[in-house]
């Protein structure tokens, strides 16, 4: 029987667990932290044997291949150990694949994929179809393969699941953006990421659909040099697109596809405001005509999403102070993007675990938009030098209780407190999910 050892025991991990265990594999689970007690119940109910805060090499380095999870770096001691030995290393993504038919609709991207990934699946389950999402949101995409029977997936994919995918093929692929973020993880090279993000084209062929944001540089170059072979279906907001794609003229969206009778929509129609939710409903919407979606249950579908928690979620105002929850913005993309949407003055609470960015491309923002900063991490250096002079005002916090009460204290009638880190979570908290729910606590408690 052929031995296959998971790293790592969170959704992606037990679910890969799961379904080896059902395709006949000899499994062992293995993680350096602690198992979350749902995951341990459940790999106790299934027969799978795991091991927790340590990796033992002599029941890992026996394996046929490795399911490993996103969140560990190739550069970890055991992944090195598992790739000196010649043992394949892949992603969940890649394994499930191999088990189901379904047609596939990945989306990745440095910004909007949950929210992108979100929306197309509320359209096509609007439309009836049966469908499933996972990837890097919902339910493991694995887990669903061994237990359920869809005809659809849509997978949010990041560049980490892509790293670990090889003979894995998109039906569709949806790439948003590529800015840059998670560079310590590439050694700080740019290109590095990009081709990273590009993995989600492989394997495609002349049979399938590539839809991309034809306004990012970055893609641009990429695609001049390298060839892709899917159709090209590209989406803007900078310029007309003829033939099938999507644009944006003045403030009407135009979504085409195979068809001499277009979608067309007002941005004042669509559920989700400012300029990157343009974006991420014309990427979705053109996603779901592919599949064949009518073009009425798009337009009702765009109306009435509704936006995830931790993305520009709005949590209460207090005292004409508005406080606003965007603790999944991570990069300086993201953060740029919501500050980019502010229409009134900005306390803005930011900081944490960087990732190597670059604060420059946010100072002209900022000095629009900022009247003070609140810092919110262990280590602020890098955004004190990068706003020292830009803002009048920069506050350093370690609780997000703190954060809150002096954000509070700065703020006027009509201001607006905007939590949009930049930065990871992981010197203060377990989870930007964490983060976001400590910053509401502490909003509520005013």
């Known amino acids: ?9 969170g959704e992606s991990g037990v679910g890969s667990a799961i379904l080896a265990k059902q395709k006949g594999f000899e499994v062992f689970v293995s993680d350096m932290g602690l198992i979350k007690e749902k995951y341990k119940t459940q790999l106790i109910k299934e027969n799978i044997l795991f091991e927790e805060g340590k990796h033992t090499d002599e029941k890992i380095l026996n394996a046929f291949e490795v399911i490993k999870s996103p969140g560990i770096p190739d550069k970890s001691e055991m992944v090195q150990k598992i790739i000196a030995k010649n043992i394949p290393v892949i992603s969940e993504i890649e394994f499930a694949g191999r088990y189901t038919s379904a047609k596939k609709i990945c989306i990745t991207g440095s910004n909007g994929k949950t929210t992108t990934t979100l929306l197309t699946y509320h359209i096509l389950k609007k439309a009836g179809y049966n469908v499933g999402l996972g990837g890097n949101v919902g339910k493991s995409f694995a887990y669903q393969v061994a237990t359920e029977n869809f005809d659809y997936y849509v997978l949010e994919l990041s560049s980490f699941q892509l790293d670990g995918m090889y003979d894995f093929k998109a039906d569709i692929a949806v790439l948003l953006n590529i ?11 740019f290109e590095n990421y990009t081709k990273s993000k590009f993995r989600i084209t492989q394997n495609q062929t002349v049979q399938d659909a590539f839809v991309y944001c034809a306004d ?3 893609m641009k170059t990429f695609m001049e040099q390298n060839e892709i072979n899917a159709e090209k279906i590209p989406f803007s907001i900078k310029t007309i697109i003829s033939g099938n794609g999507a644009y944006l003229n003045e403030n009407q969206i135009t979504i085409n596809y195979k068809n001499q009778n277009p979608l067309t929509m007002t941005i004042e129609q669509l559920a ?16 779901a005509k592919i599949v064949d979606v ?32 965007d603790s999944k913005a991570t990069n300086i993309n993201s953060a740029w993007y919501a500050l980019e949407s502010m229409t009134k003055p900005v306390i803005w609470i930011c900081g944490g675990q960087d990732k190597g960015n670059d604060y420059n491309e946010l100072t002209e923002l900022v000095k629009q938009k900022v009247k003070a900063i609140v810092c919110l991490g262990a280590e602020n250096k890098k955004i004190i030098k990068a706003f020292k002079g830009v803002v009048e005002s920069i506050t350093e916090t370690k609780s997000a209780q703190e954060a809150v009460n002096a954000a509070y204290q700065l703020a006027k009638k009509g201001d607006v407190v905007l939590l949009s880190p930049t930065c990871a979570s992981f010197d203060l908290f377990k989870s930007y999910e964490d983060r976001g729910m400590q910053f509401k606590g502490a909003v509520r408690s005013l």
């Open 179 to 189: 800015t840059p973020d998670h560079l310590d993880r590439y050694d700080y090279k």
């Open 1 to 9: 029987m052929k031995r296959i050892v998971v790293l790592g025991s």
């Open 294 to 325: 009518r073009k009425e249950t798009i337009r009702e579908s765009l109306q009435d999403f509704q936006n995830i928690e931790h993305r520009l979620e709005f949590v209460a105002t207090v005292n004409g102070v508005e406080f606003i929850n």
């Open 272 to 287: 989700l405001a400012g300029k990157h939710n343009v974006y991420n409903s014309m990427a979705a919407s053109l996603a």
């Open 216 to 218: 990012d540089a970055v």
